[in-house]
């Protein structure tokens, strides 16, 4: 699909489809009086008659408007004016775009992004509006022998402005919106693949090609250069699997040359059965999502390089397999981790901890600004909060509050969650330092405990995506979260949030 801004007046613009909003008060917005009166009141007459009642969603399409020079134009509902916030305004751009697509119109000129939205700029308005325009029409069918063809997809958006003086800012609006849903689709292909595909060699595979497609530098630690740093820890998890395991270290410099880096580390176990400790048969498919952290990280990194930020990112991905096997790690086993701390491992399926504290250490050589890690750590955090808010956990006040205040800019939330001492004490063991496991209650906060123990270094947050990276059901697939929250915190440190 093919994006532009415009100045332009709907009654006068040329377009297959031109979309406007109405409030549930039958009010009009700015972009559909214009038409109406144009048009005589023909908006006003079908609102009147009860046509189109502006629910938000809803939406009415409407073929050869009188006095206008477009083939349709669309109503779009918008709900309450009053209560017209982040959430409405994502879900009538979702609405709009649904409803695009199910018409025949190639193009389609929006004057949606004209109205606003309550303590939002018009840049943030076109940037929402472009990532939703893409997760729309974002399809993953190349398993599928006979693919759904859309008979008439649409090509061309224009996003209509109503200021000439706006052009530059919509347009680097639209340019940091566009690179975002690039992201959150390489994110969601990665995915969705299988796990037969999606092995730790396949996203080393990836990480190569992104390097070069972006000039970055890359390099893949493989199993004998991760015995000679002592990650055992990290090794004990692909003990049981025929895939070897990588470690995927990224760099990219946007910053100058002395700036330290930040540091974003993605959980990418590309299939877990649990190990030993093996999990049971319902929707067990779903672990092949358990290297969504690891998918996201790169999903931001290529964002990040798309916008040429100017900071330095730099990107640790451990992958592996879990699986059963006769050399797998087994309830009991004792490993000694790269930092010297010995873990006794009480559960072979809290695997993610043991890949990423070994990644944690390894992130202190690169003397770091501040490190992130993204993982599908635990079931306890669906449990904790479903499908909406990630966990966030971190070692600072203030990077926690830059990050939730992140998530609701980008509407990819995050919930902050404690990580006090006394969970501290769920982590005993009577054989070595500390064991992987804490016990059911507060599962997610005993989990990114274990993981503080290895961050004592830097400014240091974990995100628990286990309850928001994917959906389970109909709509299965992966969601590519939280590429939004990542790369909105990312603009906002490099001073190109507008
Ligand atoms: N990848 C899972 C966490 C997970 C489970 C994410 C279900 C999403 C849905 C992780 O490796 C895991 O198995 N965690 C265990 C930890 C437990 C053994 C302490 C869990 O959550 O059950
Ligand atoms: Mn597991
Ligand atoms: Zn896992």
């Known amino acids: 699909m093919e994006f532009s801004i415009k100045r332009t007046s709907p009654e006068k613009q040329r377009s297959a489809c031109v979309v406007v909003g109405v409030f549930e008060s039958r009010k009009l917005t700015g972009a559909a009086a214009l038409i109406d009166e144009a048009a005589n009141h023909y908006l006003s007459d079908i609102v009147r008659r009860g046509d189109m009642d502006g629910k938000a969603g809803s939406t009415r399409l409407l073929h050869d408007v009188p ?18 916030g982040d959430k409405e305004y994502g879900a009538a751009i979702r609405s709009a775009f649904k409803a695009l697509n199910e018409t025949g119109a190639a193009d389609g000129t929006l004057f949606l ?34 693919r759904n063809e859309v008979r008439h997809p649409l090509r061309k958006v224009i996003f209509a402005i109503d200021r000439s003086d706006e052009l530059a800012l919509a347009e680097e609006a639209l340019a ?37 497609e972006h000039a970055l530098e890359c390099q893949i630690l493989e199993r004998a ?23 995927i270290v990224l760099h990219y410099l946007g910053g100058a040359q002395d700036e330290k880096p930040l540091v974003l580390v993605g959980k990418g176990i590309t299939f877990d059965s649990g190990g030993i400790s093996l999990k ?45 096997g006769g050399a797998a790690s087994k309830p009991g086993d004792i490993v000694t981790s790269m930092s010297g701390q010995t873990i006794e491992i009480l559960n072979t399926d809290a695997e993610g901890r043991l890949v990423l504290c070994d990644a944690l250490t390894y992130a202190e050589r690169f003397k770091p600004e501040t490190v992130i890690d993204v993982a599908t750590l635990t079931g306890a955090c669906v449990i904790a909060l479903g499908h909406v808010a990630s966990g966030l956990f ?56 274990f993981l503080s123990r290895f961050t004592g270094k830097f ?30 915190y990312l603009l906002k440190r490099a001073g190109k949030l507008i």
């Not at 006095?67 to 017209?84: A, M, N, P, Q, Y």
């Not at 606003?116 to 018009?122: F, N």
């Not at 969705?192 to 070069?212: F, I, Q």
């Not at 990280?297 to 964002?303: E, P």
Request: charged share 20%; with cysteine.
């Open 67 to 84: 006095s206008t020079r477009c083939d349709r134009v669309l109503l779009v509902g918008l709900g309450k004016e009053k209560e017209f």
């Open 225 to 247: 250069n991760m015995e000679a740093l002592g990650m055992h820890s990290l090794l004990s998890v692909a003990k049981g699997s025929h895939q070897p395991p990588k470690l």
């Open 113 to 146: 992004t004209e109205t606003g939205v309550k303590k939002r700029s018009l840049a943030w308005r076109i940037r929402q509006a472009a990532i939703i325009a893409q997760e729309t029409a974002y399809r993953f069918e190349q398993f599928k022998s006979k």
């Open 280 to 324: 049971p048969g319902l929707e067990m498919d779903e672990m092949k999502f358990d290297m969504c952290g690891a998918a996201s990280v790169l999903g931001t990194l290529k964002a990040v390089a798309q916008m040429k930020l100017p900071l330095n990112l730099t990107v640790l991905v451990p992958t592996s397999e879990n699986m059963p």
């Open 394 to 449: 971190a070692n600072r006040e203030g990077l926690a509050r830059d990050l939730l205040h992140a998530g609701e800019e980008a509407y990819d939330r995050a919930w902050h969650l404690p990580l006090w001492d006394e969970y501290q004490d769920l982590l005993k063991s009577n054989f070595a330092d500390m064991a992987n496991i804490g016990g059911r209650a507060g599962g997610s906060i005993s989990a990114a405990c």
């Open 459 to 488: 400014d240091w947050a974990h995100l628990d995506i286990a309850g928001t990276a994917w959906k389970s059901g109909a709509d299965k697939g992966a969601t590519g979260r939280p590429v939004p929250l990542l790369t909105h």
């Open 176 to 212: 940091q919106g566009l690179a975002i849903a690039e992201g959150v689709a390489l994110a969601r292909n990665l995915g969705n693949l299988p796990g037969n595909v999606c092995t730790p060699g396949y996203l080393a595979e990836t990480a190569l090609e992104l390097a070069r």
